[in-house]
């Protein structure tokens, strides 16, 4: 299956930190291993987010993860940027 934007919007479901690692892990198998993903959540205003901050065992495997998904770089990771509920389903950290 190839992979779109519209796959990262089920990410938004993951119910705690561990099944958003393996949701993001899962998206990306088809591109690469994930070598290592860090999970941060942030709150502004009602407005609440995860980003996780991955890397792929080579860059080549990143440039086409970026490029299938319109993911971003931050540094020398590579960005996934989840909208998360605002309501009571709130991330469990």
């Known amino acids: 299956m190839t992979a779109s934007p519209d ?5 938004a479901d993951c119910g705690d930190i561990n099944s958003l690692k393996s949701a993001v892990r899962e998206i990306c198998t088809e591109f690469g291993r994930v070598t ?3 999970v941060m959540t942030t709150t502004e205003g009602r407005k609440r987010r995860a980003l996780c ?3 792929l065992e080579s860059p080549a495997q990143e440039r086409e993860l970026m490029n299938v998904l319109g993911l971003p770089r931050f540094g ?3 960005l996934v940027v989840v909208d998360l509920p ?4 709130r991330l469990v950290i």
């Open 7 to 11: 796959r990262l919007k089920s990410l």
């Open 36 to 38: 290592r993903i860090d």
């Open 53 to 55: 901050f991955l890397r």
């Open 76 to 78: 020398d990771d590579v």
């Open 86 to 89: 605002s309501d009571s389903d």
